[in-house]
């Protein structure tokens, strides 16, 4: 159940100091070779670098100028569409690069991945970016780049796993205390965009329990009978 951040649980938990990782807090003023510069090695995007940057460019001089731009957007399940976006941000996360854009068909902030974006054109027609967007504000308290109601998250997590979880702000507000088991921590957070909070949890395999939501502990115990079954 989504929750009032401010009344339930700004009292409960000990506020830590909110750290944005710095793939979230690229700027479009950064050169592009910044934003890449993570990628090498390991598991990294399997894309047309050169086409991925002159899409890049065309965003941010879009940005600069606050000039509108249609494109054809191919979503993971959806088929592809028309959209007219005003880009208010670019950033990178895991090595992908999106952009925080207005969706004049959606008529909301939406997130695209810019590998997804086709045939951009920038129009004639300009826009402003709100005086009240603030990219950390609209990022603050998500596990990646999903967002939604926000959610009080409580697991309990057994070593190793809770060593992990103790090395890093994973949300502006979070509490890790010990739990009553041996070698084991009591993880709480307010935390929004559930689909990548129960990747996450579920990437710590049996190594944690879901306390609460009861909502999130019935997706999680789903998705593990699902696996069990294939």
Same mark, same amino acid.
């Given at each position: 159940?989504?929750?009032?951040?401010?009344?339930?649980? +700004?009292?409960?938990?000990?506020?830590?100091?909110?750290?944005?990782?710095?793939?979230? &807090?690229?700027? !479009?003023?950064? #050169?592009?070779?910044?934003?890449?510069?993570?990628?090498?090695?390991?598991?990294?995007?399997?894309?047309?670098?050169?086409?991925?940057?002159?899409?890049?460019?065309?965003?941010?001089? +879009?940005?600069?100028?606050?000039?509108?731009?249609?494109?054809?957007?191919?979503?993971?399940?959806?088929? +592809?569409?028309?959209?007219?976006?005003?880009?208010?941000?670019?950033?990178?996360?895991?090595?992908?690069?999106?952009?925080?854009?207005? =969706?004049?068909?959606?008529? !909301?902030?939406?997130?695209?991945?810019?590998?997804?974006?086709?045939?951009?054109?920038?129009?004639?027609?300009?826009?402003?970016? #709100?005086?009240?967007? &603030?990219?950390?504000?609209?990022?603050? &308290?998500?596990?990646?780049?999903?967002?939604?109601? #926000?959610?009080?998250?409580?697991? @309990?997590?057994?070593?190793?796993? *809770?060593?992990?979880?103790?090395?890093?702000?994973?949300?502006?507000?979070?509490?890790?205390? !010990?739990?009553?088991?041996? &070698?084991?921590?009591?993880? !709480? +957070?307010?935390?929004?965009?559930?689909?990548?909070?129960?990747?996450?949890?579920?990437?710590?395999? *049996?190594?944690?329990?879901?306390?609460?939501?009861?909502?999130?502990?019935?997706?999680?115990?789903?998705? =593990? @009978?699902?696996?069990?079954?294939?």
């Amino acid at each position: 159940k989504a929750i009032d951040v401010m009344d339930e649980s +700004a009292a409960r938990l000990k506020l830590t100091r909110y750290v944005v990782p710095p793939d979230l &807090n690229r700027m !479009e003023e950064e #050169p592009y070779g910044l934003h890449l510069a993570h990628m090498a090695g390991g598991v990294r995007p399997n894309t047309d670098p050169v086409l991925e940057r002159e899409k890049f460019l065309t965003l941010v001089g +879009a940005r600069k100028k606050r000039r509108k731009v249609k494109m054809t957007y191919r979503p993971l399940n959806r088929p +592809a569409s028309e959209r007219v976006v005003h880009v208010y941000h670019t950033y990178t996360y895991q090595g992908e690069m999106y952009m925080a854009a207005w =969706c004049e068909l959606r008529k !909301e902030i939406r997130d695209f991945k810019i590998r997804r974006a086709e045939k951009l054109e920038i129009l004639d027609q300009t826009y402003e970016i #709100p005086a009240e967007f &603030n990219m950390k504000e609209y990022m603050q &308290n998500c596990i990646g780049v999903f967002r939604g109601e #926000p959610y009080l998250v409580h697991l @309990r997590v057994e070593e190793p796993m *809770s060593r992990v979880i103790g090395e890093k702000v994973w949300a502006d507000q979070q509490s890790i205390g !010990e739990s009553g088991g041996e &070698n084991a921590s009591e993880f !709480e +957070a307010v935390m929004r965009g559930k689909q990548e909070i129960l990747s996450w949890i579920l990437g710590m395999g *049996s190594q944690v329990e879901v306390l609460a939501p009861e909502s999130l502990r019935r997706e999680y115990l789903e998705e =593990c @009978r699902k696996m069990l079954a294939r």
